[in-house]
């Protein structure tokens, strides 16, 4: 049902078929409150392009409105043709204290007015729940999803993640109800943390619910409607978001923001664009509940509207990062990213078009950059040398910049020269990988920044085995650098820039294989810079111009393939399949057996049959755990095929 | 001609009233090219609200048109009513190196057009043009700026400041420009600065000149029409923008937003409310110019009114620091204007309504907080006592979080508390002064505030005369703080309160002034803060409960008046007004002599007659250089009239 088109941080564009209308997602469902619909449900569809909307099951089913709605089904009722998700009282359960409803009760009641997706009824962990005690309730909310899945017939089915701040109890909870037969999974009990501005624990129980569900769900981030949050939450892989608050806000003569609420009568000019903003005067705004809801509407919309528009464009981290100067509070969550960056890092693609810009301190902290110095400490291998010298950062490229004065230094000192970046140390030869050269980087930093550059070196620097007393920064003679370093080489930059590269990309050791034989380079014409590796006379690499990391040829990948055991660099996929990966067919999830651990999304990869045996090289477009889960769409875009070795015999 | 209604650091909503209408500032003024008027000038004010166009004299004399603009005049000719500024042709000198034309002749051609706001031919500065050369252009800018004064007839002048990057020379082109008979200032020259994301060099210049110029003319900054830059320059003290760049960007396909530029062509989803994005769908907009320029209009137009809504709130240093962080040349910008403080703190005013949220690492250095540090160090006198107790800092305000724990501490040991926040030290007497009480801060800080905090309690605590042994930072026991500082007291808080406040306010020896004789106060019953101060029966001051400061009272004044010698605290005004503010009437500017070069927006005041008698107390809503500039708007507002002392004889 559910299935991603485009991919940013743990976000996605995905859509979901539904047999009344496709949604995409992120998406945005206002709530439609039976009982006071202040915008007609038809318009929200005409008027506010909405696709899906919610509604709540308890409360239909409780009032006046019980007969009406079980005589006409959900939709004519509402006079809405697309879907329509249906709450299921636990949120009441919250507010009340309790409802009077059974979860087979609201489940068969859904079903019977025509739900399009219905949700269970969850026991609402609250904030303040021990964890005993919401460890007890998630029990229970397992076990009644259980039930809701087996009742639900022809219902798409919501279930949901409870468990309070316990992160153990979130994952667990996660785990067990996305591994059953629902469609959607919802983050459930986080309205208390929103009223109350707790971001940062909003984070943590994003993370904590997404380590454990199936990522190829679409999850559900119930009762979060203030656009101050879609970007950060969509980041951490929230796809639906419903909206109350449009209406809610309107009663009470409030005006969303995308950067917060400001009560209507304290504004001679609200400073929007949107078409209420635009053709009424702020006054007869204010003193009208309907125009203001349409106004937080176009907020709202607008809001998903542009995470999607950051998602396409890969720019999310930074929407995110501008935002959270929006509240303190969600400056304190963008702080709490950092310490799941082991996390969230498996979902970050390799590299983007266009440049990263510095937003902040917390920039250097971004999930691509933790992956950088990881991958740089554990796969890169230092030359020899008897020291490094430390080059300020300066414009980017680096190696252009600097390239006379290395070349001189070089020659003198037995030294090997590395960028103190403020993302972290970058050795000379990896200066055109992304995002090192497409970084946007202010001329005067903070201190944090500058500090995190120092401790980033200096814990590269620590694992090198390069002594410290040989460090340089900038400020010896040649003469004083050659007395402590003396040697002096000729550098072939190159061949350098190549095996630094390779393994970077594709692990310690992998230059050795690719590289193996007589070497030779296409150069761009208009660049002057490495195009193709040639080795004995195949085309063994492309190098790309835009990331700075490599395309995989056919010879490329076959020399991985005989050097990296299973299942590095790998996806395995069913024998059945093989055929089509060598005729130049993509790789579809569904058919997709397992992959190396450590693939993430824009990797290039290697297609194996069960076997074991070569069938193709593609860049992936998920990482193991998606590969895995994903029943729809592509996991890898095979580049070629790679035609069935004659050395080895057909089995 | 100008007006000032509410302001916000250096900038200002104001009124600059037309023969043709009234236009509010900040005003954007959509550039009409004549040749290619790609949205009909009538469009502009009908459908987008503009007040107010700027068009091309050179171009309509240069062309074709120019016969048909000399028959109709300019406002038939574009098919506008309002008011319509003329640009002179200096911009066309920097962009094909000269033209051949005079300034009289371009004055001469502006008047015969009809033209309601004329611009002067002065030379442009490049950037790159040394001392010398500036300052030679700027001379000759300042001869053909008087020769168009003496030529305007009946038409209002615009005067040019150039001078480029020469902050000497700026400064001197603004204060001799805008001491003729112009009634707009505009700063030229910076089009190069904003092609090249120069906005730090945009802040000297703007500062510079700002610092030179008549503050009560309206600033226009030529060329700025990216809403990029809106913020920041109308918090400098811009008023008018002109844009061309909703006609250019759209002629190559690009849409403005507030945070930067980016190709239609890319998005699928502009992720903007505009009604332009609400209506069509986004490849209809790329296709078409037409849409492109309405979008962009859409979203600078909104840009300028979400300036006036911040300067209407109070916020536009947090709209300021938030959009920095689009790029990170806006960033370097931001950090360039802590080294401007000391003019910067000239504007700000004493207080606003509302909470001052932390933005960035930034925000500890906004005149506002660098005026508090200093109003400490040099107006609060410490408490006799054998050091400090330091009190991190906690929820706000502190007195009520620590009260408690204070009480034993005092009682223990001869220390004074003074809570390290990250604004700088604040003595536990001034917590509920704004902006301390009214701070929402994150709960976890980046390393660069948290030093800053750390330098700047330093740098007090050395002027104190405190020895630095007895810091204490919440670590020490009682037992080892009794050891330490001997002795223990008991302290009457709310007198400590009002001295402490009343000297932070008003100056050292404040306090001994208005507290001399038998003091007691009113407590407000719903909140037991201090509401009024009574000194022998007579009411002296008021504590307002949303600033912590004191509204003064007759009394008060009268004591104030006596202890402080002249200028301090006093407005001077004409000898014919003093009747008319002892009746309780609003000083305005145009009536003030002179004034306490400390006077600041909000601050209290004692008006005075030109011999220094007290006639009344006021609230200021001007610094010195503006009541003196002024000849529009209310420079203070009379709280109460104060009427002649008998004591005093007639003179």
């Given at each position: 049902?559910?299935e991603?088109?485009?991919?940013?941080?743990?976000?996605?564009?995905?859509?979901?078929?539904?047999?009344?209308?496709r949604?995409?997602?992120?998406?945005l469902?206002?709530?439609?409150?039976?009982n006071?619909p202040?915008?007609?449900?038809?318009?929200?569809?005409r008027?506010?392009?909405?696709?899906i909307l919610?509604?709540?099951?308890?409360?239909?089913?409780?009032?006046?409105?019980?007969?009406s709605?079980?005589?006409q089904?959900?939709?004519?009722?509402?006079?809405?043709?697309?879907?329509?998700?249906t709450?299921?009282?636990?949120?009441?359960s919250?507010?009340y204290?309790?409802?009077?409803?059974?979860?087979?009760?609201?489940?068969?009641f859904q079903?019977?007015?025509?739900?399009d997706f219905?949700?269970?009824l969850?026991?609402?962990?609250?904030?303040?729940?021990?964890?005993a005690?919401?460890s007890?309730?998630?029990?229970?909310?397992?076990r009644?999803?259980k039930?809701?899945?087996s009742?639900?017939?022809e219902?798409?089915?919501i279930?949901?993640?409870?468990?309070?701040?316990?992160?153990?109890?979130?994952?667990?909870?996660?785990?067990?109800?996305?591994?059953l037969?629902?469609?959607?999974?919802?983050?459930g009990?986080?309205?208390?943390?929103?009223e109350?501005?707790r971001?940062?624990?909003?984070?943590?129980?994003?993370?904590?619910s997404?380590?454990?569900?199936?990522?190829?769900?679409?999850?559900?981030?119930?009762g979060?409607g203030?656009?101050?949050?879609?970007?950060l939450?969509?980041?951490?892989?929230?796809?639906l978001f419903d909206?109350?608050?449009y209406?809610?806000?309107?009663r009470?003569?409030r005006?969303?923001?995308?950067d917060?609420t400001?009560?209507?009568?304290?504004?001679?000019e609200?400073?929007c664009?949107?078409p209420?903003?635009?053709?009424?005067?702020?006054g007869?705004?204010?003193?009208?509940?309907?125009?203001?809801?349409?106004?937080?509407?176009?907020?709202?919309?607008?809001a998903?509207r542009?995470?999607?528009?950051?998602?396409a464009?890969?720019?999310?981290w930074?929407?995110?990062?501008?935002?959270?100067r929006?509240?303190p509070?969600?400056?304190?969550a963008?702080r709490?990213?950092?310490?799941?960056?082991?996390?969230?890092?498996?979902?970050?693609?390799?590299?983007?078009?266009?440049?990263?810009?510095?937003?902040?301190?917390?920039?250097?902290?971004?999930?691509?950059?933790h992956?950088?110095?990881?991958?740089?400490?554990e796969?890169y291998v230092?030359?020899?040398?008897k020291?490094?010298?430390?080059?300020?950062e300066?414009?980017?490229p680096?190696?252009?910049r600097?390239?006379?004065?290395?070349?001189?230094?070089?020659?003198?000192?037995?030294?090997?020269?590395?960028?103190?970046?403020?993302?972290g140390?970058?050795?000379?030869?990896?200066?055109?990988v992304?995002?090192m050269?497409?970084?946007?980087?202010?001329?005067?930093l903070?201190?944090e920044?500058?500090?995190?550059?120092?401790?980033?070196?200096?814990?590269?620097a620590?694992?090198?085995?390069y002594?410290?007393?040989?460090?340089?920064?900038?400020?010896?003679?040649?003469?004083?650098?050659?007395?402590?370093?003396?040697?002096g080489?000729?550098?072939?930059?190159?061949?350098?820039?190549?095996?630094?590269?390779?393994?970077?990309?594709?692990?310690?050791?992998?230059?050795d294989?690719?590289?193996?034989?007589?070497?030779?380079?296409v150069?761009?014409?208009?660049?002057g810079?490495?195009?193709?590796?040639?080795?004995?006379?195949?085309?063994?690499?492309?190098?790309?111009a835009?990331?700075?990391l490599?395309?995989l040829?056919s010879?490329g990948a076959?020399?991985?393939?005989?050097?990296?055991a299973?299942?590095?660099?790998r996806?395995?996929?069913?024998?059945?399949?093989?055929?089509?990966?060598?005729?130049g067919?993509?790789?579809?999830?569904?058919?997709?057996r397992d992959?190396?651990?450590d693939?993430?999304?824009?990797?290039?990869?290697?297609?194996?049959?069960?076997?074991?045996?070569?069938?193709?090289?593609?860049?992936?477009?998920m990482?193991?755990?998606?590969?895995?889960?994903?029943?729809r769409?592509?996991?890898?875009?095979v580049?070629?095929?790679?035609?069935?070795s004659?050395?080895?015999p057909?089995?």
């Amino acid at each position: 049902m559910f299935e991603v088109r485009e991919r940013d941080g743990l976000a996605r564009i995905g859509v979901m078929d539904t047999a009344r209308g496709r949604v995409t997602t992120p998406a945005l469902l206002p709530v439609v409150n039976p009982n006071r619909p202040i915008i007609p449900p038809a318009d929200l569809g005409r008027r506010f392009h909405a696709e899906i909307l919610i509604t709540n099951a308890y409360i239909l089913g409780k009032g006046p409105t019980r007969e009406s709605v079980l005589r006409q089904g959900v939709h004519d009722f509402l006079g809405f043709p697309g879907p329509i998700m249906t709450d299921s009282g636990a949120f009441q359960s919250h507010v009340y204290g309790d409802v009077d409803v059974t979860n087979a009760e609201v489940i068969e009641f859904q079903k019977r007015i025509g739900s399009d997706f219905g949700t269970m009824l969850d026991l609402f962990s609250e904030p303040s729940h021990d964890l005993a005690r919401a460890s007890d309730d998630v029990d229970e909310t397992i076990r009644r999803a259980k039930e809701a899945a087996s009742l639900r017939g022809e219902m798409e089915l919501i279930g949901a993640v409870q468990g309070g701040l316990h992160a153990e109890v979130r994952e667990r909870c996660a785990r067990e109800v996305s591994g059953l037969d629902v469609s959607v999974c919802a983050i459930g009990g986080v309205v208390p943390l929103l009223e109350r501005y707790r971001f940062r624990d909003l984070v943590r129980v994003i993370v904590a619910s997404k380590t454990g569900l199936d990522p190829s769900k679409p999850v559900h981030l119930f009762g979060a409607g203030h656009p101050l949050v879609f970007p950060l939450a969509a980041l951490l892989g929230c796809d639906l978001f419903d909206s109350a608050s449009y209406a809610k806000y309107a009663r009470d003569g409030r005006m969303l923001f995308p950067d917060g609420t400001r009560h209507a009568s304290d504004l001679r000019e609200s400073g929007c664009v949107c078409p209420v903003c635009e053709a009424h005067p702020m006054g007869a705004i204010a003193a009208s509940e309907v125009l203001l809801a349409e106004h937080n509407l176009h907020v709202c919309f607008g809001a998903i509207r542009e995470v999607r528009r950051a998602i396409a464009h890969g720019d999310l981290w930074e929407l995110v990062e501008r935002r959270a100067r929006a509240h303190p509070s969600l400056l304190v969550a963008l702080r709490e990213l950092r310490r799941h960056d082991e996390f969230l890092e498996t979902f970050e693609p390799t590299s983007r078009r266009g440049a990263m810009y510095y937003v902040g301190p917390e920039t250097a902290h971004r999930p691509i950059l933790h992956r950088f110095r990881r991958r740089l400490a554990e796969r890169y291998v230092p030359p020899a040398a008897k020291g490094v010298i430390v080059l300020p950062e300066g414009e980017r490229p680096f190696g252009e910049r600097y390239g006379a004065l290395i070349e001189r230094i070089l020659e003198t000192a037995d030294v090997h020269p590395v960028v103190k970046s403020i993302w972290g140390p970058v050795p000379i030869e990896l200066d055109h990988v992304w995002p090192m050269a497409q970084s946007i980087v202010p001329e005067t930093l903070d201190v944090e920044a500058l500090e995190a550059a120092e401790v980033f070196f200096r814990e590269w620097a620590a694992g090198t085995g390069y002594p410290f007393g040989l460090l340089w920064e900038g400020d010896a003679t040649l003469d004083e650098l050659r007395l402590r370093a003396p040697g002096g080489r000729h550098v072939d930059w190159n061949a350098s820039r190549i095996r630094a590269t390779a393994d970077f990309q594709f692990g310690r050791g992998a230059s050795d294989a690719l590289l193996d034989g007589s070497v030779s380079y296409v150069i761009s014409k208009n660049m002057g810079k490495i195009r193709n590796v040639v080795v004995d006379g195949e085309h063994v690499l492309s190098l790309r111009a835009e990331d700075g990391l490599f395309t995989l040829k056919s010879e490329g990948a076959r020399r991985l393939h005989r050097a990296f055991a299973f299942p590095r660099l790998r996806i395995v996929v069913d024998a059945e399949s093989v055929p089509f990966h060598r005729d130049g067919k993509n790789v579809f999830a569904k058919f997709v057996r397992d992959a190396d651990p450590d693939m993430r999304p824009g990797d290039e990869a290697l297609v194996v049959s069960p076997d074991d045996e070569l069938c193709a090289v593609a860049q992936s477009s998920m990482n193991r755990s998606e590969m895995r889960a994903f029943k729809r769409g592509v996991a890898a875009r095979v580049r070629e095929g790679v035609p069935r070795s004659p050395s080895v015999p057909p089995r």
